[in-house]
C-alpha cells in the first residue's frame, strides 16, 4: 500500500462478507463524486449532489440495471476519511458488490488496502494515530469493558492525556532552552532541583498510565484464568458452576480432566476465558497424565490469574502442596494472581469459619461463595476501569512508547549528581521522551510504523 | 409472528453478522422515529428530522456514549417498507449492534421477524408478493444469471405479465357474465368456438411461462451435470480439464474415483455443478464398489445434464453399453439431457472425423473440445435467456399455480361437446384459474402462505 499516495479513489465493502439484506460500498478520494457518476443513473442528482441526502438511484451496467440503490455523497473535508466520499447502500447480495466494485474499479477507482479509509482520516488530520488505531479495536469489541476502552480512545480519551504529557515536557524543554540561549549569563541561577521535582512528576504520570496496560490487555484480549489443584478438588465441577452449563465431564473420580478444558464468559461485562486443568500429582506414571500435567504447567505460567482449588472436607495432602508449590511459583512477583478456593464446603460442618482465611470458601453443590469468585476475578480490572480518572492504555505499541519515554526521563535523575547540571544532555532526554509519545499521536510515526498499524485493519475499515 | 400487526414497530440489523466497519439496524413502524428519539442524541435534531438526510448523532445509553453513527429518518410510504423508518448506521462491532437493539426493545420495539421488513413492502402495497419473493433470491444471487432473473422479478417483470394474463380472463369472463345476467335473451348467440380459442390462447401463454420453470430452477439453483461413463473412460480428467484445476484424483488405473466428487463452476454467468462419479461395472463384486455405484445411479438419477464419457481410442465396451443404457434411463422422457463425450481424442489418428456424429469429441490433455462441452452445458438456458420475451420462473410456488391455471383452463375444452355449452361451469373455471394467478400476486393469499414465504427470509431483510 502507498502510504502517502491520496492522490488516487479507493473502493471497498465496508458491511462484512456474506448476504445480507444491505451492504455498503465506499468510495473516497478527489474522484469519488465522479466514479459514481459513470454508474449511478440518473446522471442529473448527480451533477451537484446535495451532501449528507439519501438518493435512490440505479446501479447500471452499460444499460442494464444492477440494482436499486442508494447512495450519500459526503463533501470533504465534512466525511470520515476528510476526502469526498459516496456510501452506496445497495442489496447484500455476492454478485451485486462485486459488480459495483468492478464498476468502480473500471471508471478508475483503486480497490482499498486493509484500514485504507482509516488512514486517509489519519493523514487528513480526522483522527490522530492512537485515536485511528482504536476503531479496529471498536468493531472488535465483544463486551462492555472492551467496547468501553475502544470507544474513549477513538473519542480521544488516550490522545488528550498523552499530548497533556507532552505539552509539560515542551515546557521543561523551554526552560532548558532558554537557560542555553543565555548567553550573557543574565537569569538567575538554575534551580535544578525544582526543575527536576517537575520531571519527575511528569515521569509519574506517565508510569501510571503505562501501568495500566496489563488491565488494558485483559480488558481488550481478556482474563486468563487457570484453574489448578490436587486431583479430585473439583477444578472442573467449579468450572462448570461458574459458567453455568456442563462444559467440562465430572465425575467422582480423581483424574477425570486429562486434557486442559477451555471456556469463555462474559462477567459483568469483562471477558474472562477459563482453563480447566488436570490435577497436580507428585508422581505421574502415566504418559497421557505427563502429558496432561505439562499442559498444567503451561497454563498457569501465561495465566493472569490461577485459581488455585483445594478440597476443603480433607486434610492438606502433599498433592495441595505442590500445586500451591506451583502456584506460587507462577504468581509470585508476577502481575498474575493467585485466588484460593476451598472447595466442597457443603461436606463441613462446624469447620467453615475456622477455614475461611485460608481462601474463599466455595461449595459448587449448593452454589455458595460462586458469586464472590466471579467478583474476585474480576475486582483488579474492576477497580481500575470505575475509580480510573485517566484512559486506558491497550496498545502494546503505546506501552512501549510510554515505558521508552519514563525511561528516558528516569535517567535526568543521575544528571544531577554531576557537578554542573548539564542543561544540553537533560534537553536531550526531554525531547527524546516527548518524541515517544508523539510517536502515539502520529506525529512522528514512519511509513512502515503506520503501514505495520493498518496491516491489522480489515478491508474497508 | 403475528401477520397483520403492523401496528408495532420492529428493529433488526440488516447487514450480515461479524466485524465490519459499519454495521446498519433498522427500525420500522409507527414509533420508529420516537424509538430512535430516545437514545440518540442530540434531542434537537430529532424534533422534526427532515427526510431523506444523514444525521451524525450519538447513541447514549442513559449518559453513557455507545456509539457516534449516522441515521436516516424516511417518512412513510417513502420508505422500503411504507411505514415510518430510522436506519442507523454505527461502528460494526458485536457490542455496539447488541447495545442498540437492546436500546430499542427497551423504547418499545420488537425484534422483526424473518423478512418482516419485506412482508410490510408487500402488505403496505410497496411491492406484490412475487416482488417480494424475488428479494431473497436477488440477495442470494451469486451469478450472473440467478441475478438478472432475481432483479428482473424484483423490478415486476413477472408480476407484469401475470397481470396481464389474469386481465385477459376477467375480459373472458365478463363477456360469461354479461350473457348469465341477459335473463331476457337480447343477445345474439354465444359464439362458443371463438370464446374457446382466445381462453386456448391464454392457456397456450400461461404453459408458456410456466415450462420456463425447469430453466429458472436450473438459473436459481445451478445445472446439476453428472459426469459418468465405463471406468477409466476419463472422468475425472474431463472434470478437472472443465475447472481448470486438478479437483479430482486422478491415475492411469481404472477405479481411481470411488465416491463421487464435487464441484462448481461459473459457465457465462451459469452456476453449474458438477458431480463425478465412480465408472459403471457390469460385475461389482467389492462393498466399497457397490456403495460407489449406488450414488452414481442416484447423481444420474437427479441429474439435469448427464455427460456421458467414452474412451473413443477403444472399441464400444460392454462396460460403455452399460454405462450408455443407464444413461438413457436417466435421460429419456424426463427433462435431464444426455451429452456424448469422446473422450481422449489425442489417441485416435484418422479416425476423429469418422465418430465426430457420435458426440462431442475431446481430449483433455490437449484441452480439444473443452469449451464446446461447456457452451452445450449451458446451451439450454442461455438459448431461453437471452432469447426470451417473458419473464422466468424461478419458484416452485409460481410453477404450481401457473400449472393449476392452466389446468383449470383446459377443463374448458371438455364443456365443448355438451349440448348446451355450460355458462355457469366455464365461469367457474376461469375464476379458479384467475384466482391461481391472483395467489402469485399475492391478492388473495392467505396468513399462511404468508408466513410460510417470509420464514425462508433471514431477519433484517
Redo the contacts between chains.
Sequence with gaps: MPIADTGSTIVAP???????????L?LSGPRAFAIAASFLKPVRSLKNPRP???YMLSVTDGK????KAVA?FYKGPKSYTGEDTVEI?C??????IR?ILNLSIKAGASPAGPGE?TMRAFLKGKLDLAQAEA?ND???????S???AA?SQV?GSLSKQVAGLKGKLVNLLARLEARLDDSYGDMPPFGVRQFLAKANSVTAEIRKLSNGFENGRRVKEGIKVAIAGAPNSGKSSLLNAILGYPRAIVSPAAGTTRDTVEAGLEIDGFEVNFTDTAGLKVRTPDSIERQGINRTMAAMGTADIILLVKDASIAQSPMDRLALETALKNTGGKTARLIRILNKSDLLTGKVKKIKKGGLVVSCKTGLGLSGVKRAIISGEKKYFTARTTALVTSARHFEALSLAAGELEKLRGLKRRPAFPLELAAEHIRGAASRLSSILGETAPDEILADIFKNF?V??
Excluded: W
Design positions: 465496508c458491511t462484512p462478507p456474506g448476504a445480507g439484506a444491505i451492504a455498503i465506499r449528507r441526502m439519501a442494464k440495471l444492477v440494482d450519500l447502500f442489496h447484500g447480495s455476492p454478485y451485486i459488480s479509509f476503531v471498536l468493531i472488535a469489541s465483544q463486551t462492555r472492551a467496547h468501553r470507544l473519542e480489515c474497508g475499515k
